[in-house]
């Protein structure tokens, strides 16, 4: 028996500047190029374990088997390092998300990123450098391109497969901190690829939103580069909200707000007003991320615990990039 085994870490990303929509579906090229934080408190643990011995690849997620359609979107992500190391062998990937799974909270940026990697040390795929390793990630799920890198990441969306892939801008070790706050955590309606593909060839407002974004983009990085706090938060807030528009000009319309989003957007307006910055941003689904200076996480979570009484918060700094596990559980 021969047996390759690879195991990583990677954090979840929020997008600050959102990626919403695919210029082409197969190869996972985006519309428009998008930047992000990678969070500390949130990431995804995966072995993947290549044997001789396998007639099929497997796929368990948090201890569970899952189906025959899961399975599948992992084997063709599989095959893009089987391809590349001229290996045959099937596998088993067995991962834990310390995120909630499929929730609006980027499971799927951290879980290929996590899979990438781990697929990469397994092959011995050494010649691969991080950067490359991105745009594997993003065959599987395009926020994932992200998820390789720490701090505030841009995934330029480059013109062709192998130039479309993330480029680390900055640490965002200047007391940038993100509070989430959890409105519902279970699995959403609308999966983030359905979505936007929706939002993509029905919203009228799409072609606005492909051309602000850029605009949002440049802007967004100058902030970053002049460490400008409060600009970055307004660049982020408005561009969540439009991003958010496009589906509601969607046909038929929809959205992944809840009631509670709506409260908790305005709860993160009376928090700006009583004098602390805090910008929120919303991803696929329904919960709120509050954007706020890390010195300042408790204060925010105390004001919003104020006016929602069973909310979870889930409170973060900057994460780092992937990472290697040395031991497994
Ligand atoms: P999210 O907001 O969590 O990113 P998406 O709809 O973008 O939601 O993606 C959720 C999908 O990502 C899941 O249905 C599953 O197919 C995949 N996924 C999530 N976690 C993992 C994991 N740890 N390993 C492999 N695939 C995962
Ligand atoms: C709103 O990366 O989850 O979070 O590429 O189809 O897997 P697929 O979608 P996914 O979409 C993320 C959408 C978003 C914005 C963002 O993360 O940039
Ligand atoms: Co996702």
Redesign the pocket.
């Known amino acids: 028996m021969t047996e390759y085994q690879g195991a990583y870490r990677a954090h979840t990303n929020i997008a600050l500047i959102k990626y919403w929509g695919k210029a082409d579906a197969d190869l996972f090229i985006p519309t428009t190029s998008s930047l992000s934080l990678t969070l500390n408190a949130l990431y ?1 643990d ?1 072995r993947v374990t290549f044997s001789s011995d396998y007639e099929a690849d497997s796929f368990a ?1 948090n201890g569970e088997e899952k189906s025959a359609e ?1 399975v599948a ?2 084997s063709k992500f599989l095959d893009l390092f089987r391809t590349e190391a001229d290996v045959d062998f099937k596998a088993r990937v067995e ?1 834990i ?1 310390h995120v909630p ?9 951290s ?1 290929f990123s996590a ?1 990438a990697a781990a697929s990469r040390q397994a092959l011995q795929l050494n010649h691969i450098s991080d950067q490359e390793l991105s745009t594997y990630a993003r065959r599987g ?1 395009g ?1 994932a391109t992200r998820s390789i890198f720490g701090g505030f990441v841009e995934w330029q969306k480059g013109t062709k497969s192998e130039n479309s892939m993330a480029v680390k801008i900055d640490d965002a070790t200047w007391d940038i901190g993100m509070v989430i706050m959890t409105i519902n955590t279970k699995e ?1 309606r609308v ?3 359905k979505g936007m593909a929706h939002t993509l060839k029905t919203s009228p407002f799409y072609p606005e939103w492909v051309r602000q974004n850029k605009i949002d983009l440049a802007r967004i990085k100058d902030a970053i580069e002049a460490q400008d706090f409060i600009l970055l938060g307004e660049i982020a807030e408005a561009n969540a909200m439009r991003m958010h528009a496009t589906t509601m000009a969607a046909d038929p319309s929809f959205t992944y707000f809840e009631p509670a989003t709506i409260k908790a957007i305005q709860a993160v307006q009376d928090l700006r007003a009583s004098g602390i910055p805090a910008y929120y941003t919303i ?3 329904p919960n709120v991320k509050v954007l706020c200076r890390a010195s300042q996480m408790n204060q925010v979570e105390a004001f919003l615990a104020n006016q929602f009484e069973d909310m979870q918060f889930i409170k973060t700094t900057p994460g780092p990039g992937i990472q290697q596990l040395d031991r497994w559980e």
């Open positions: 995804t995966t997620l899961e979107k992992i991962s998300n799974t499929a929730a609006g909270l980027a499971s799927s940026s879980a899979l799920s926020s959403k999966s983030s690829r991803d696929a689904g």
